[in-house]
């Protein structure tokens, strides 16, 4: 019999970037944990594969098409998520992109700013409404709410020619670090989550290029690449009443590769 602690029936997660990789990842742990869940993606095809794959475990799960980067877009895709599950308890803003491999010295301002544009501004856009939301239910006597980042092991170590992808995960960390002090007076706890090497289309590329494989593989403790299923776990876990006096924390998902 499986612990009510993680028990997340009655529970509403938001996954942006959930049509793929980590973020179907986490979809699929809190769906199997009895949460509803919606999904936010820009690729439609995506979008209804994962939502096929994850309603296939019997929770109410819904999907929606949204660039992060624009405002309106947002906006239109939290309110369209709040009118089909009435709530959102957790909001995980997953959603990102990589940066195209150039000398920092050459780098397009506008290259600078697409990487920005998704990968802080997206997660600014989405977490004011998902914060807003989370307050505006405490004050009607409803409080608690998840705030979760995925950010990258970037934000730690030294991204070469990843100077924007590397600054938009280490903003991420101070930024959840103010929202776990900021909203905790309404229940809300916030993470980061740090992935390391795992497999999924943003690393395709990577891991197709043996010199990287046989510098990167040896770093890594468990001998193996990440997968979409690690980030289960963890999500679950915030999800869960388990972590309700738990906030502000990094998770570094990485196999033991920054320890090594």
Not at 167 to 174: F, L, P, Q, V
Request: glycine content about 12%; some cysteine; hydrophobic content about 45%.
């Amino acid at each position: 019999m499986s612990s009510p602690l993680f028990d997340l029936s009655g529970k509403v997660a938001l996954i942006t970037g959930g049509n793929g990789g980590i973020g179907l990842g986490m979809a699929k742990g809190l769906v199997e944990a009895g949460a509803e869940v919606a999904i936010w993606g820009t690729n439609t095809e995506k979008n209804t594969a994962a939502l096929a794959n994850l309603s296939a475990h019997g929770s109410h799960v819904t999907a929606h098409r949204c660039d992060v980067a624009d405002a309106e877009q947002v906006a239109a895709a939290f309110a369209a998520t709040l009118e089909a599950h009435g709530r959102i308890d957790g909001c995980f803003a997953n959603a990102g992109i990589g940066g195209r491999a150039t000398a920092f010295d050459e780098m397009p301002f506008e290259e600078w700013r697409r990487v920005m544009g998704v990968n802080l501004d997206g997660v600014y856009h989405t977490f004011r409404h998902a914060a807003g939301h989370m307050r505006e239910r405490a004050a009607h006597g409803d409080p608690g709410g998840r705030l979760i980042a995925t950010a990258s092991l970037a934000a730690i170590s030294g991204q070469a020619r990843g100077e924007h992808y590397a600054a938009t995960k280490g903003a991420m960390i101070s930024m959840i670090k103010a929202l776990a002090v900021e909203y905790a007076r309404y229940g809300v706890t916030a993470h980061t989550i740090l992935p390391g090497w795992i497999e999924t289309a943003m690393t395709e590329g990577a891991f197709a290029y043996q010199k990287f494989v046989d510098n990167v593989m040896k770093r890594i403790p468990t001998r193996r690449w990440g997968r979409p299923e690690d980030f289960a776990g963890i999500a679950v876990y915030i999800m869960s009443d388990a972590s309700a006096y738990h906030t502000a924390d990094t998770f570094l998902i990485d196999g033991g590769y920054y320890a090594y």
